[in-house]
Every structure is written in structure tokens, then in C-alpha cells.
């Protein structure tokens, strides 16, 4: 049996990390605020860890969900951070939504060690890790993958391995630049209809039947409709994913039009204080414009 542990017990952490325990693994877990882990280990089982150091010591696979760039890099590289005292051959799967930049550079600190770094971003939100349907874009190498592949597929319904390092995050980076236009396009359209006159909800009812179905108009539209924003991924979160994406475009002279637009409408959601809300809060600021 391979040790397992999990790092980072946010809101997508805590019930990936649950699924893999489910599975009939015991799960090592740690998380810099306590009491999420407790939490944690009341609902799920398991073994609570105070520290990286210790972490890294038993561990054979560690899954990251953290926040940002530094803080992979801060628990994976940095003094008493994981590369510290791994073993030999055992692996690192991140989870984070990270620039690529970020995946190559943990992937090659962790090859001088003998290593594997695997950069696997997410997509599905919340309700996806509840559900244990996630779709997960890896990259890296193959063997290393294909090891710990069916850990991921105990809280994914897809994972595929997208390439070499960094082609996971850059995948990623797709997903969101697709999903940033859905969104305000959902937004302008239920924002249509009712100043139009029609039933939202009849409205839906009809359209997502057709073409312009989509994921989000299936999971977010009804609560749009009812101005109800408190869930979900959060403003401050998709700032980040497409604020990774733009700079990653600006490198590769490709161009982010509509990304942009939306960008700049997501920074008058978060001057609404709106930095919390669920990116489908898109259509409130239409609704606040006369």
C-alpha cells in the first residue's frame, strides 16, 4: 500500500482528499489552519500530520490544493518544505491552478531530488468535488502519472495526461478562458429577458434544450434568476486563473479579447465587494446598470 497524504483542505481540498480516504486508503492530511484538518478527520477518518517535514518524511504520494504560486512553491521547495525530505522516487501531484511557469520550475527542483512533479489543475468547482466528477488536466511524465492515476479517478470522472510539464495548467488556462465568455454571455442573456419582459426560468427551460446549452446554464441559472451568488467559485479566484492566462497570452502572442472584457468586469464585481461571490454574479452588475 502507498502512503498517501493531502495538503490543502480548502474548498475543493477537503472532499477530494475525502473521496481518495473513501476509497479504502488511509489519507494522511495537513492544512497550515488546523482545524480544518480535524474537521476533516472527524468526517472522513484518517490521520492528521503537524507539519510538511512530517508529511514528506512518510509520504509516497502528496496531492496539493493550495491557493497561488508561492504557496506550492513555499510547501514544495523552501526550507522544510516537501523536497526537503521526500523519498526517493515518489511523486507530487498539484492540484493548484498555478502559472506554468511555476509547474516547470517545482518539476525541475524535484527531478535534482529524484522526484516526480506532476502539475494537474482542476476543473468542476465545488459541487464537482462533492460529486467526485471532476475533470482533471495533467502534465508531466507518463509513468509517474499513470501511478498515481487512479487515486484521481476516485474524485474525477476524466483525467488525462495533456503532455509534458506545464501542459496541465496551460489546459487549464483554456478551460477558463472558455468559460469566462459562457459566463457573461449567460449573464447578458438572462439580463435580455428580463428586461424583455419574458419568464427566466421559461426561458431556460426552452433554450438549454438547444445549442446554447451549457454546464453553466444548467448549474448556475436558476440561482442567477434569484440573485443568489453566495457559493460557488469565487471573483477573487477566476481573477486570479485569467489574470494567469492574459500573461501566459502576452507571452505567446496570442490574443485574449473577450477575456480581457470580462476581466475588467470582474474588477467592478470585486469594487462591489463582490470579491466572494461566485463568478456567475456576472449578472448582477448588469442588473445594477440603468
Known amino acids: 500500500m502507498k502512503v498517501i497524504a493531502f495538503i490543502g483542505l480548502g474548498v475543493m481540498g477537503f472532499h477530494m482528499a475525502g473521496h481518495i480516504q473513501n476509497s479504502g486508503n488511509e489519507v494522511f492530511v495537513y ?75 517545482m518539476f525541475l527542483f524535484s527531478k535534482e531530488k529524484d522526484i516526480h512533479f506532476i502539475d494537474a489543475p482542476v476543473s468542476g468547482g465545488e459541487v464537482g468535488a462533492k460529486k467526485g466528477i471532476l475533470t482533471v488536466m495533467a502534465g508531466g511524465e507518463s509513468p509517474p502519472y499513470r501511478e498515481v492515476e487512479a487515486f484521481i479517478m476516485t474524485y474525477s470522472k476524466h483525467s488525462q495526461l495533456m503532455g509534458k510539464t506545464g501542459s496541465g495548467q496551460l489546459t487549464k488556462m483554456v478551460n477558463q478562458i472558455c468559460l469566462a465568455g459562457l459566463i457573461q454571455a449567460l449573464a447578458e442573456g438572462l439580463n435580455f429577458s428580463e428586461r424583455a419582459g419574458l419568464n427566466g426560468l421559461d426561458v431556460i427551460n426552452v433554450i438549454s434544450k438547444g445549442a446554447a446549452q451549457s454546464w453553466q446554464m444548467d448549474n448556475r441559472a436558476e440561482s442567477m434568476l434569484e440573485d443568489f451568488y453566495e457559493h460557488g467559485f469565487a471573483v477573487d479566484l477566476m481573477r486570479k486563473d485569467l489574470g494567469i492566462a492574459i500573461k501566459e497570452a502576452n507571452k505567446n502572442n496570442s490574443y485574449l479579447e473577450v477575456v480581457n472584457i470580462v476581466d475588467s468586469f470582474y474588477e467592478d464585481i470585486q469594487k462591489m465587494d463582490g470579491g466572494k461571490w461566485d463568478t456567475s454574479s456576472l449578472l448582477r452588475r448588469l442588473r445594477n446598470k440603468k
Open 31 to 105: 492544512n497550515r489552519t488546523k482545524s480544518k484538518a480535524v474537521n476533516w478527520q472527524k468526517r472522513f477518518g484518517g490521520k492528521v500530520l503537524g507539519s510538511i517535514s512530517e508529511v514528506a518524511e512518510i509520504s509516497d504520494i502528496v496531492f496539493l490544493c493550495l491557493g497561488r504560486d508561492e504557496d506550492v512553491r513555499e510547501v514544495v521547495a523552501k526550507e522544510k518544505g516537501l523536497l526537503d525530505s521526500m523519498k526517493t522516487n515518489s511523486i507530487i501531484v498539484d492540484h493548484t491552478t498555478t502559472s506554468a511557469d511555476l509547474a516547470k520550475e
